[in-house]
T-cell receptor, first 115, second 111 residues
Framework: EAQVTQNPRYLITVTGKKLTVTCSQN?????MSWYRQDPGLGLRQIYY???????DKGDVPEGYKVSRKEKRNFPLILESPSPNQTSLYFC??????????????FGSGTRLTVV | TQLLEQSPQFLSIQEGENLTVYCNSS?????LQWYRQEPGEGPVLLVT?????EVKKLKRLTFQFGDARKDSSLHITAAQPGDTGLYLC???????????FGIGTKLQVIP
């Protein structure tokens, strides 16, 4: 089944404790992206990757890191989480960048709480 | 950052009614997508439009991309309770490989 898999689905952590949210897709998609979703603010893009070893900042990159060493994986790293990073996170992938007419396939989300 | 404004933000209607949701921007997008999201789940792609003036139909849903590629609308005919959800529009920025989402329209269809 074609899908984007995120883990974990739920995570409660403490301020400052490094964490990684994994994202993997099995569709050979080139474009991958991370979003956070907050009430009243909608989905905001954190980082995106056009292909392996090519990543760039989205609109809210502060406090996050990403890597794209393999085409299928795009982990999101929070080196020192803070309470304002409490949010619902989504990983998404697309065959090519969306300007060509392709849409996203989203993962099921990771609900992160930082206390 | 390009902004997408969606209206209305909330909509509660009776089963069988028609409705239209709007997505507007002052910027031009190379393509625009509509998604539907249910609570606790990721958005699911409904349609992508790329050509100004394009109209696409998906059963009872009709999507239109504005001639200038700055706005779009989603029209639902004879809404059903299964249409309940958060409808999101998203625009691809032609210059920066970014994708911007609107805040969404939360639709409730009452049986």
């Amino acid at each position: 089944e074609a899908q984007v898999t995120q883990n974990p689905r739920y995570l409660i952590t403490v301020t400052g404790k490094k964490l990684t949210v994994t994202c993997s897709q099995n569709m050979n998609h080139e474009y991958m992206s991370w979003y956070r979703q907050d009430p009243g603010l909608g989905l905001r893009q954190i980082y995106y990757s056009m292909n392996v070893e090519v990543t760039d900042k989205g609109d809210v990159p502060e406090g996050y890191k990403v890597s794209r060493k393999e085409k299928r994986n795009f982990p999101l790293i929070l080196e020192s989480p803070s309470p304002n990073q409490t949010s619902l996170y989504f990983c998404a992938s697309s065959l090519f960048f969306l300007e060509t007419g392709y849409g996203y396939t989203f993962g099921s989300g990771t609900r992160l709480t930082v206390v | 950052t390009q902004l997408l404004e969606q209206s209305p933000q909330f909509l509660s209607i009776q089963e069988g009614e028609n409705l239209t949701v709007y997505c507007n921007s002052s910027s031009v997008f190379s393509s625009l997508q509509w998604y539907r999201q249910e609570p606790g789940e990721g958005p699911v792609l409904l349609v992508t439009v790329v050509t100004g003036g394009e109209v696409k139909k998906l059963k009872r849903l009709t999507f239109q991309f504005g001639d200038a590629r700055k706005d779009s609308s989603l029209h639902i005919t004879a809404a059903q309770p299964g249409d309940t959800g958060l409808y999101l529009c998203a625009g691809a920025d032609p210059g920066y490989q970014k994708v911007t989402f609107g805040i969404g329209t939360k639709l409730q269809v009452i049986p």
